[in-house]
């Protein structure tokens, strides 16, 4: 299994937004600047969350994990998003029913069974309210990598201690 990079630079704070897209825009745009993902994730992720909506309405704050193709990824890698104020993303499952979003997870994942295993383990993190509002309001970038590096019990690059 490839190491999954989640650091500082991929960990995002009151971003303002004025739609999902311009989030995903932002975020996918930073994760472009970090050398992780080729130029086309950034409209790759964009169209896929107007397919095939990931707004979860999770107790606490509401998260959206989007993710799209492997070609479009050059590094196996995690961003978190804290939203300033939430945008709203379309509910899972649905094709109008949206919820407001703070928390968004971006994946970008090189294999497909990789995205499916990351994806049960954000799952357990949904799950928890408390967790979720923590990663929320955690402005320490080091605590919130060592928090999600526990929480989703995964080899991580970057976000090690020295």
Wanted: charged letters at 25%; glycine letters at 6%; hydrophobic letters at 40%.
């Amino acid at each position: 299994m490839t190491t999954l990079l989640i650091n500082d630079s991929l960990i995002l704070h009151d971003i303002q937004a004025s739609s999902k897209e311009d989030a995903l825009r932002q975020m996918a745009g930073n994760m472009l600047e970090q050398g992780v993902v080729k130029e086309s994730y950034i409209d790759a992720i964009i169209e896929r969350e107007n397919n095939y909506a990931t707004g979860l309405p999770t107790k606490g704050v509401a998260v959206a994990i989007p993710h799209t193709d492997r070609e479009h990824v050059l590094q196996k890698s995690l961003s978190v998003g804290v939203l300033k104020e939430p945008v709203d993303f379309v509910i899972m499952g649905e094709s109008e029913q949206t919820v407001p979003v703070k928390l968004i997870f971006m994946l970008a994942m090189d294999e497909n069974h990789a995205q499916l295993s990351l994806l049960q383990k954000l799952m357990g993190i949904f799950q928890d309210e408390e967790r979720l509002l923590y990663l929320a309001r955690e402005t320490d970038k080091q605590k919130l990598i060592d928090t999600l590096q526990s929480s989703l019990d995964l080899t991580l690059k970057g976000g090690e201690k020295t």
